[in-house]
């Protein structure tokens, strides 16, 4: 339950490529992560067996060092392995899988109560996009 497997890791370039372009997915703020994300597309081939995929980022703009954007995403990736179950409980049967990225924009290094306070609060907010995105289509 409160591992991070590799079937959970976002690898696809075409699903990265759709996050980062202009019209990529929906997204939204829960400081100090930005959370970008979308539905797997009904044609991807082959389809992920995990309901979430992740993928981690940190600006190489504003941490230089390797080892500082590293510790950086082992902080999100921790509080995300932490706390992920609240979403998989949130979504139904069915539904087509999400491909998540978290991006870390706060300018300085935070601690670790900090990031995994943004992170539940993503988690909270894409529980209810997801939700709203299950009522739209209805």
């Not at 339950?1 to 759709?18: D, H, N, V, Y």
Request: glycine share 6%.
């Amino acid at each position: 339950m409160f591992q991070f497997k590799p079937e959970e890791r976002l690898k696809s370039r075409r699903i990265i490529g759709a996050l980062f372009s202009n019209g990529g997915g929906a997204s939204f703020l829960g400081y100090p992560v930005r959370v970008v994300w979308l539905f797997f597309p009904d044609t991807f081939f082959p389809m992920p067996t995990s309901k979430v995929q992740v993928m981690v980022s940190a600006p190489k703009k504003n941490f230089k060092t390797a080892t500082a954007r590293n510790r950086i995403k082992r902080l999100v990736r921790e509080a995300w392995r932490l706390h992920k179950h609240e979403l998989y409980a949130q979504i139904p049967e069915g539904k087509p899988p999400v491909a998540l990225l978290l991006m870390y924009i706060a300018k300085e290094e935070q601690t670790f109560a900090e990031v995994e306070a943004g992170v539940i609060k993503a988690i909270r907010k894409l529980a209810e996009g997801i939700g709203k995105e299950e009522e739209a289509a209805s």
